[in-house]
């Protein structure tokens, strides 16, 4: 199953946990206090430091200490955080050019990377590509392609989604808090649906074609097939609980969207570039979507975000219809280029299914040790975008307090850890895909030393 990459990573930083004292150290806490005068409180940080440093899988800080980087900012360093070929691509674009605005004077690299994306998403039919600055764009231009191709105004969304914070993807997120609680009024023809969340079914043995037929019913019931525009879905949901529908849901509502005229976008920001041990999270069923969103790891950490579709879908929309200032930025059109470049040279959708077969089997192994009263509900997940659920011992009810308090207890460690879920009891492990094994490990350790003592 292990493939070696044909490269080996190198690193600038060593690799290696480092905890200088107690932290936040006084050159985080100085900032901290500049912080607090000038940066509203609404923009809030998982980590207590300020980073100076970052490289591989390692972050490191204002004073001094390096942290194991589990969390890769969100799913976006998968090449690390300081790639030398991200780097060397990003000096060199700039020396020449920051901006032209691609609606201005355009440039080749936007078109490179459409080529690339052309070249790397599922389907085997001409495609069209736009480029934007961050996931929601993104999202939001897919749906305006899907309305406008359709000529219909519905977009079906479902229980547990995240799409984004702006207004239209507000209203497709699921959460309320801390994402939507008194921003609306939300923009309307969004209709949620059930997922299919197999740890969490009131029929366990329900399967993904079923759960997909329970969507359909009610999309038919409520919308009607031939008023829907799109059905926007992560294959595999992001801060929603790193939820992996069950086997044949997504299949079978692609093929309800093809049958019935409807633009199937497969959100893929979190998902995609490798993260789930396969280009895109849609192969691991074959399903191909009409459209593709793209962001976080798409440019080792520059802000860039993508669509990427069947061509008569994006050919429909007029000319001046779609576009943005920044959106395709050159300096950013070279990152992605060359991550994509690392990403290939150092298979890192092996790496990502590598990092799998190290953690799967051990957190499953760990949550039969501790058995029924234990408080690992369920560990999944693909690639190197895992998850364990936690829940009260000997149920299946939520247990965010235990959740909060291991990734705390593993923060105190030098270890970055994020949370996700709709109940804020799952726990995400998202390292940079270039992450050593000694370093990976050495971060487990950490997280399976916090679940044992708070179990
Ligand atoms: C992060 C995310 C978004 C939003 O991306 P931003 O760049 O934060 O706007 C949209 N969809 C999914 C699935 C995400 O994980």
């Not at 206090?33 to 490191?60: E, F, M, Q, T």
């Not at 961050?134 to 939001?140: F, L, Q, R, Y």
């Not at 977009?155 to 507000?170: E, I, K, P, S």
């Not at 093809?258 to 959100?267: L, S, Y």
Request: net charge negative; charged share 20%; hydrophobic share 45%.
């Amino acid at each position: 199953m292990t493939t070696l990459p044909a490269v080996q990573p190198t690193f600038r930083l060593e690799q290696k946990r480092h905890l200088t004292g107690p932290f936040p150290g006084p050159q985080s806490a100085a900032l901290d206090a500049r912080r607090g005068a000038v940066v509203a409180k609404g923009v809030a940080s998982g980590v207590p430091v300020y980073a100076a440093d970052a490289d591989g899988g390692i972050v490191r800080d204002v004073d001094g200490n390096s942290f194991i980087d589990l969390g890769s900012g969100i799913a976006v360093t998968s090449v690390g955080a300081s790639d030398p070929a991200v780097v060397q691509a990003v000096q060199e674009q700039v020396g020449h050019f920051t901006h032209t605005c691609f609606m201005v004077t355009p440039y080749e690299g936007y078109i490179a990377v459409a080529e690339q994306l052309a070249e790397l998403t599922p389907g085997d039919f001409e495609k069209r590509t736009v480029l934007f600055n961050s996931g929601a764009e993104a999202v939001e231009n897919a749906v305006k392609v899907a309305r406008l191709a359709t000529g219909r105004n519905a977009v079906v969304a479902f229980d547990h989604a995240y799409h984004g914070r702006t207004n239209l993807t507000m209203a497709l997120t699921a959460k309320s808090m801390p994402y939507k609680t008194n921003f609306g009024p939300f923009a309307p023809e969004v209709y949620r649906m059930p997922m299919s969340y197999p740890y969490r079914e009131e029929n366990p043995s329900i399967t993904g074609a079923e759960a997909a037929q329970r969507a359909i019913t009610m999309i038919e019931k409520q919308i009607g097939g031939d008023s829907v525009a799109a059905i926007i879905i992560e294959p595999i949901q992001g801060e929603g609980g790193f939820i992996v529908p069950a086997e044949g849901f997504l299949p079978a509502l692609a093929a309800w969207a093809k049958d019935n005229g409807v633009v199937f976008i497969a959100d893929e920001v979190q998902s995609g570039f490798c993260r789930t041990g396969e280009w895109f999270a849609v192969n691991h069923e074959g399903v191909v979507p009409d459209i593709i969103t793209m962001a976080k790891g798409i440019a080792g950490g520059m802000p860039l975000s993508a669509i990427t579709g069947r061509a008569d879908l994006l050919d429909a929309v007029h000319p001046g219809g779609l576009g943005g200032t920044y959106g395709g930025n050159p300096v950013a059109c070279a990152a992605a280029l060359a991550a994509i470049g690392t990403m290939k040279e150092q298979n890192l959708a092996g790496r990502a299914r590598a990092i799998e077969g190290i953690v799967v089997p051990r957190f499953t192994a760990l949550q039969e040790e501790l058995g029924d009263a234990g408080i690992i509900g369920e560990v999944r997940g693909r690639g190197a975008m895992l998850a364990i659920e936690f829940v009260k011992p000997g149920t299946t009810t939520p247990n965010p307090e235990a959740t909060k308090a291991i990734a705390a207890a593993c923060l105190k460690e030098g270890v970055i850890i994020l949370t996700c879920g709709t109940y804020g009891n799952v726990i995400r492990l998202l390292p940079p895909l270039v992450i050593g094994d000694e370093l990976l490990l050495d971060g487990l350790d950490v997280l399976e030393g916090a679940i044992r003592a708070a179990a």
